[in-house]
Structures are given as structure tokens and as C-alpha cells.
């Protein structure tokens, strides 16, 4: 029977590649999206085209309400769940954190941080053995950024990317035992609409490995993880930064 996955953030970027990836691998997907409903759909398209089944699924993930529609939509279309990747995030304003409004620290804080909460706490009763659940698997999608901190640009980014660090470690120990394993993938600098342009080009060269990653080169890990290969991976932060701390 095909595996299913609930992909956040599945319209544009690593996202998308995750739910390609997926869809080549024979899961069932869930395209969730914000806003973009032609992107998604191009993906949904795209995993049919390779012999997978999609639903796509619009759902702000900082919102209660449109995460239990989200899971509810995904049970009835293919009757249970066996991953939950936690992609979706937004940057917020660039700057020094001294520039920032409340509404942005908010903001960011609400789809980085409260949204990987709350998509964990609905994966976890359809997940765990505790509840009847067959098992399964979460990765949280982090960043280098929870490390270096970003000063002078994306404190706030970093701050709730820290927070996703810390979901996974404490979830990974608090789950492992009821068949569910939380890891985190911390991608480094990657070619999609969040960087910019400028940025890639610009810092590409710099990066140990002297270029930016194709987001498919981040997916790859996440599915790694996601799989049985990965049976006894619990609690791990994979970097995937181009040789980049
Ligand atoms: P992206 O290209 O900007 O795509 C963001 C995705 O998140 C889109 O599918 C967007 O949906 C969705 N999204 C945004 N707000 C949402 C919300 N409130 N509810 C549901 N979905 C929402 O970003 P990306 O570069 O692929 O980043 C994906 C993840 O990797 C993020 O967590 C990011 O922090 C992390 N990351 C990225 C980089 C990088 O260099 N790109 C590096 C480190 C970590 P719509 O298409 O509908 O807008």
C-alpha cells in the first residue's frame, strides 16, 4: 500500500522538490500551499505524470482552523498518515532587528514556528502506536541560520529556526518510542524564490562547494529520512549546507 505524506509548503522551492521526489517514490502527497493554487497544482500535476497521487490543498499553516482542515482533507482522501514534513516558512523583512515592527516578528514567528507546532500536534494521534497509529516519520525543515544567528539581517528568521531545532529535539525523544521519528534537515543557501536572485549569485561563490544547492539536493535528504533507510535515525539535524557550518 502507497505511503502518505503531508508536504507544507509544497507549491514553490524545496517543497515542491520534496513532493516531486515523493511522488517518483510512490507516496501519496499532499500539496499544501498558501497562496500559490497554479504552482500546486502544477506540482500535483507533475507527481501524477510520474505515477503518484496528490491532492493539493490550500491552508495557512499559523491558522488552527486551516490545519485541521488540512489533516481532515488528507483522511479522507487517502485514509491515514504516515509523514508530516514541516517546510513552510517565510523569511520576513531583511534588516537589522532593531528595524523590525512587531507585526513582522509575528508574523514570522506564526508560519515558522506555530505552524511546525501545530502540524506536528495533528500528525502525532494519526502518527503514534500510543493512539492506534502504525507509526511514521516528521522532518522539520530548519536552517544553517539557527546556528550563525544571522546578525545584520535575519535574527528573527534565526530565532524561529532555533525553535524548530529545539521541536525536533524534544519531539524526537518524547515520540521515538511510539514508532515516530523527528528529524530536522537544515538546508543551506538554496536556489528558490526565498533567497533572490541577488543573493545567489552573489554569495553562490562563497560557499565552500562554490554554489548554491538545487533544491532537489536538499529534497533528497529529506527523503532519505523519511524512508526506511533511515530506521534508526531519530533526534539528527542533517546539514545540508555545501560545506558550510
Ligand atoms: P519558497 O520558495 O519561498 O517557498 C515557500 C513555500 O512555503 C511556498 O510553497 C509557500 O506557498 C509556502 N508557504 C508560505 N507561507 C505559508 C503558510 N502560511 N502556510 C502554508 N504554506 C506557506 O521557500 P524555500 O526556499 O523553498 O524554503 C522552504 C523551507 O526551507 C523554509 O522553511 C525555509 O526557511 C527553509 N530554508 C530555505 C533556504 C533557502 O536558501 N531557500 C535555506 C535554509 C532553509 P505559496 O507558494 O502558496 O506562497
Known amino acids: 500500500m502507497a505511503r502518505t505524506a503531508i508536504v507544507t509548503g509544497g507549491s514553490r522551492g524545496i517543497g515542491a522538490s520534496i513532493c516531486r521526489l515523493l511522488g517518483a517514490a510512490g507516496w501519496n502527497v499532499v500539496v499544501n500551499y498558501a497562496g500559490r493554487a497554479d504552482a500546486a497544482q502544477a506540482v500535483a500535476r507533475e507527481i501524477e505524470a510520474s505515477g503518484g ?43 537589522r532587528f532593531e528595524d523590525l515592527d512587531d507585526a513582522v516578528m509575528a508574523q514570522v514567528l506564526a508560519i515558522n514556528v506555530l505552524g511546525c507546532m501545530l502540524c506536528a500536534h495533528a500528525a502525532i494521534p494519526r502518527l503514534s502506536t500510543r493512539h492506534g497509529g ?31 531545532n529545539s521541536l525536533t529535539i524534544g519531539l524526537s ?43 532537489d539536493e536538499i529534497a533528497e535528504g529529506v527523503i532519505w529520512l523519511l524512508s526506511d533507510k533511515a530506521s534508526y535515525v531519530a533526534g539528527a539535524n542533517l546539514r545540508i549546507g555545501g560545506g558550510r557550518p
Open 53 to 95: 497521487q496528490a491532492l493539493v490543498m490550500q491552508a495557512d499553516v499559523a491558522r488552527k482552523v486551516d490545519v485541521d482542515r488540512l489533516f481532515a482533507a488528507c483522511d479522507e482522501a487517502f485514509g491515514g498518515l504516515d509523514a508530516l514534513v514541516n517546510n513552510a516558512g517565510v523569511i520576513g523583512r531583511r534588516g
Open 134 to 164: 502504525r507509526g511514521g516519520a516528521i522532518v522539520n525543515i530548519s536552517s544553517g541560520n539557527a546556528l550563525s544567528g544571522g546578525p545584520g539581517e535575519s535574527v528573527l528568521y534565526s530565532v524561529s529556526k532555533g525553535a524548530v
Open 173 to 215: 525523544q518524547e515520540l521515538a518510542g511510539e514508532g515516530i521519528r523527528v528529524n530536522t534537515v537544515s538546508p543551506g543557501l538554496t536556489d528558490t524564490d526565498m533567497p533572490g536572485a541577488d543573493k545567489i549569485a552573489s554569495i553562490g561563490p562563497t560557499i565552500p562547494i562554490g554554489r548554491v544547492a538545487h533544491p
